[in-house]
């Protein structure tokens, strides 16, 4: 592909503003609901960055920025309330902000990059996710990653497809080429 995949920490000086008008993208609003007035949006953001039990993550293609990452313990999530968790799970949610990089073929390396990040933790054994029941896209590519679909859950802001990732299975689609 030739293209150089990053991520840094979010920070909310930096950030918030682009992160505000990714949240207002015709193609995040579906998913994400976050399309709230810009000092709800950076009281939300606070509070996101002030929670220990998440990391917030730019994404970055050749250094520009162009998606956003939460890695969360799952244990410590809501999530944790919808199966049984293992105390090092970890769980990713993901988002393409600039259109511009829509329809490239970047979801799965990115989403590889994050989940090999996440696996370099060796008490890590599964990541799970919770993809939006309605996005198929992104389940596809969770699909691709890895990731196994579970069952559909009901969470506070939508129906869920839960999907869990073992590092056996990850590593053995990396190894296979897959």
Not at 29 to 44: D, L, M, R
């Amino acid at each position: 592909m030739g293209l150089t995949i990053s991520f840094r920490k979010a920070e909310f000086e930096k950030d918030a503003a682009m992160l505000h008008k990714w949240h207002h993208e015709p193609h995040v609003i579906p998913y994400w609901n976050q399309n709230f007035p810009f000092s709800q949006f950076t009281k939300h953001l606070k509070k996101l960055l002030a929670d220990d039990h998440q990391t917030l993550w730019i994404g970055m293609i050749d250094g520009n920025p162009m998606s956003y990452w939460e890695s969360y313990w799952a244990k410590e999530d809501v999530i944790g309330k919808h199966y049984e968790t293992k105390q090092y799970d970890q769980g990713v949610h993901l988002l393409f902000g600039e259109p511009a990089y829509l329809g490239k073929g970047l979801s799965l390396p990115m989403l590889r990059e994050m989940v090999k990040q996440m696996f370099t933790d060796k008490r890590t054994e599964r990541i799970v996710a919770e993809p939006d029941s309605r996005n198929e896209k992104m389940i596809h590519i969770f699909q691709k990653c890895g990731f196994n679909p579970q069952y559909e859950i009901k969470l506070p802001d939508k129906k869920a497809l839960f999907m869990i990732c073992t590092r056996e299975e990850f590593e053995r689609r990396l190894n296979d080429g897959i």
